[in-house]
């Protein structure tokens, strides 16, 4: 089992922007995939983006491709999602996911990670 804490998360102006770290502890060496997922109130969690561990090939959803950068620093077991240019429409809970066994399912889909994070809450003020 992997744990995944999230910091980073607060409120900005739009146009503004924040990095968001989640740092993972336990049996980090099975990391396959990490991901990143939003879900603002009354709404589902959204993918936002997800590297490949061994790789650093990311994926990242429309809607924030240009803007949000996912990253990874494998020797402090830490992934990244630097936000840019945030938009009111961005504001919701962020949370980091982990990857860290065989799954069937794609990294872009929620099911698709077995370890996550309590969240970080980002609010963006327009």
């Known amino acids: 089992q992997v744990q995944l804490v999230e910091s980073g998360g607060g409120l900005v102006q739009a146009g503004g922007s924040l990095r968001l770290s989640c740092a993972a502890s336990g049996r980090t060496f099975s990391t396959y995939a990490m991901g990143w997922f939003r879900q603002a109130p009354g709404k589902e969690r959204d993918f936002v983006a997800a590297i490949n561990w061994a790789s650093g090939n990311t994926v990242s959803a429309d809607s924030v491709k240009g803007r949000f950068t996912i990253s990874r620093d494998n020797a402090k077991n830490t992934a990244y999602l630097q936000m840019n240019s945030l938009k009111a429409e961005d504001t919701a809970v962020y949370y980091c996911?982990?990857?860290?066994?065989?799954?069937?399912?794609?990294?872009?889909?929620?099911?698709?990670?077995?370890?996550w994070g309590p969240g970080t809450q980002v609010t963006v003020s327009s």
């Open positions: 996911a982990a990857r860290t066994k065989t799954i069937v399912i794609s990294i872009t889909r929620a099911g698709g990670y077995d370890s």
